[in-house]
T-cell receptor, first 112, second 113 residues
């Protein structure tokens, strides 16, 4: 069973517009949620995180929203830039704090 | 500060062989984890080590094993390779796993023929 799902394998947006990436999870006991970005031929890099006690966390152009009742996580990128083109993975941290479970990823393409 | 270093970056093996991959974490990081990335299954957790102890293991067969040395360097081994083991193997290190912020290496791409 997939505990973390990203239903959109790809997303294309125009430069300057908002990118919204979505993620659903099944276990309401998760405490920590994260987004990672991955460029080809590189390892994933941490982007932003949010704990379950919050519903929003902002870092520059990146904002993560958490809707616990819907078990839904989203990442907003405003404004989108061509350099944001990458694969984005959402992830949840297990309660023991020693394992991340990743979604399948969404490939974002930002067109100039 | 040097990042996470993985060797080798690319390797080709044949079915039935075994392979050992190496990971040098960021200096000071005592937690090292391994993940497998495949097109069909995404990023899947293999195992996590902290101070030479395996604290968690993912849902992989016993052919997949690992260890961590006293200097925090880690190795993973896959024996009796199968075609389905072809993947990018990623190592990540961190000082504090509780934040979920892992620092990944560039990965070792294994092709099994």
């Amino acid at each position: 069973d997939q505990q973390v799902k990203q239903n959109s394998p790809s997303l294309s947006v125009q430069e300057g517009r908002i990118s919204i990436l979505n993620c659903d999870y099944t276990n309401s006991m998760f405490d920590y949620f994260l987004w990672y970005k991955k460029y080809p031929a590189e390892g994933p890099t941490f982007l932003i995180s949010i704990s379950s006690i919050k519903d929003k966390n902002e870092d520059g152009r990146f904002t993560v929203f958490l809707n616990k009742s819907a078990k839904h996580l989203s990442l907003h990128i405003v404004p989108s830039q061509p350099g944001d083109s990458a694969v984005y993975f959402c992830a949840v941290l297990n309660n023991a704090g020693n394992m991340l479970t990743f979604g399948g990823g969404t490939r974002l393409m930002v067109k100039p | 500060k040097a990042g996470v270093t993985q060797t080798p970056r690319y390797l080709i093996k044949t079915r039935g062989q075994q392979v050992t991959l190496s990971c040098s974490p960021i200096s000071g990081h005592r937690s090292v984890s391994w993940y497998q990335q495949t097109p069909g299954q995404g990023l899947q957790f293999l195992f996590e080590y902290f101070s030479e102890t395996q604290r968690n293991k993912g849902n992989f067969p016993g052919r997949f094993s690992g260890r961590q040395f006293s200097n925090s360097r880690s190795e993973m081994n896959v024996s009796t390779l199968e075609l389905g083991d072809s993947a990018l193997y990623l190592c990540a290190s961190t000082m504090d796993y509780n934040t979920g912020e892992l620092f990944f290496g560039e990965g070792s791409r294994l092709t099994v023929l």
